[in-house]
């Protein structure tokens, strides 16, 4: 397959996949036929980033909020990641992915916990694309249970207050040890972060597209890159391109 012409590839992408009820709406289907396209287009999206040399794509596959949705989606949405798990774990291991799952595990019920876990497990010393799925996942729940854990700390004696740093905030979230996202891509139309790593977000690009998740593909996906390409980041400092380029 052919590599695009792509001037810089950012480290880590993490993607709100919006739209699969839209999508499915708008061909007069149920919204669980949106949900399973979404998962085709997952795939796609997991093969092109390993094709393109993205080292950490995140997926918010299913919110802290989700399970407000009726009873009958959640469990479809439940049975889409249990059936990718179950049956797409082989290939993944195989193509050398590494799971990683970020979210709220301690209140978790019934098979998905372990099956996460065994992905985990199984894919731990793959070395090429970490994926990393966001489940049961809420960026606020995220900083709280991570504030939670060093102030337990704190009371234990192990840290002083005054030691209490961003690197450390860093080192006690789900994604300790990944990468802040380079690029954030929402599909949909929909322009908001929706709880999704508020604190990782910092100095992101966001791309939002106009096309609902079903439907994102490879192309899709190296059209976000380019525009991403395109941009000049600057992390609060002057810009590192040179002038002529900026322009
Ligand atoms: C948003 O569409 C999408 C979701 C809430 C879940 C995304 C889940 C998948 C694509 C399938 C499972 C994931 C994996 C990783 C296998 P929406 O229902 O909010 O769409 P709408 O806004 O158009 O109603």
């Given at each position: 397959?052919?590599?695009?012409?792509?001037?810089?590839?950012?480290?880590?992408?993490?993607?709100?996949?919006?739209?699969?009820?839209?999508?499915?709406?708008?061909?007069?289907?149920?919204?669980?036929?949106?949900?399973?396209?979404?998962?085709?287009?997952?795939?796609?999206?997991?093969?092109?980033?390993?094709?393109?040399?993205?080292?950490?794509l995140?997926?918010?596959?299913?919110?802290?909020?989700?399970?407000?949705?009726?009873?009958?989606?959640?469990?479809?949405?439940?049975?889409?990641?249990?059936?990718?798990?179950?049956?797409?774990?082989?290939?993944?291991?195989?193509?050398?992915?590494?799971?990683?799952?970020?979210?709220?595990?301690?209140?978790?019920?019934?098979?998905?916990?372990?099956?996460?876990?065994?992905?985990?497990?199984?894919?731990?010393?793959?070395?090429?694309?970490?994926?990393?799925?966001?489940?049961?996942?809420?960026?606020?729940?995220?900083?709280a249970r991570a504030v939670s854990r060093i102030t337990q700390k704190v009371k234990a004696g192990l840290i002083e207050p005054g030691a209490i740093s961003s690197e450390m905030i860093d080192a006690h979230l789900d994604t300790a040890g990944i990468p802040d996202p380079d690029l954030i891509i929402r599909t949909s139309g929909e322009e908001r972060l929706s709880n999704f790593l508020l604190w990782q977000a910092a100095y992101a690009e966001f791309v939002f597209m106009p096309d609902y998740w079903p439907d994102f593909d490879r192309a899709l996906f190296i059209e976000a890159l380019k525009i991403y390409a395109s941009r000049d980041r600057r992390f609060g400092g002057l810009s590192a391109r040179p002038a002529a380029v900026v322009g």
């Amino acid at each position: 397959m052919l590599t695009p012409d792509i001037a810089i590839i950012p480290e880590h992408v993490a993607i709100i996949m919006d739209g699969n009820g839209r999508w499915a709406n708008k061909r007069g289907l149920a919204r669980t036929m949106g949900h399973s396209k979404g998962v085709e287009a997952v795939k796609e999206a997991v093969r092109t980033a390993g094709d393109i040399g993205i080292k950490y794509l995140t997926l918010f596959a299913f919110s802290s909020e989700n399970w407000s949705r009726p009873e009958a989606e959640v469990s479809d949405l439940l049975g889409l990641l249990r059936r990718f798990i179950r049956r797409d774990l082989a290939e993944l291991h195989r193509e050398n992915v590494r799971i990683r799952v970020i979210g709220e595990r301690e209140k978790l019920r019934g098979d998905i916990l372990p099956l996460l876990l065994e992905a985990e497990e199984t894919t731990r010393n793959n070395t090429g694309l970490t994926l990393v799925i966001a489940f049961n996942y809420g960026s606020r729940d995220e900083i709280a249970r991570a504030v939670s854990r060093i102030t337990q700390k704190v009371k234990a004696g192990l840290i002083e207050p005054g030691a209490i740093s961003s690197e450390m905030i860093d080192a006690h979230l789900d994604t300790a040890g990944i990468p802040d996202p380079d690029l954030i891509i929402r599909t949909s139309g929909e322009e908001r972060l929706s709880n999704f790593l508020l604190w990782q977000a910092a100095y992101a690009e966001f791309v939002f597209m106009p096309d609902y998740w079903p439907d994102f593909d490879r192309a899709l996906f190296i059209e976000a890159l380019k525009i991403y390409a395109s941009r000049d980041r600057r992390f609060g400092g002057l810009s590192a391109r040179p002038a002529a380029v900026v322009g």
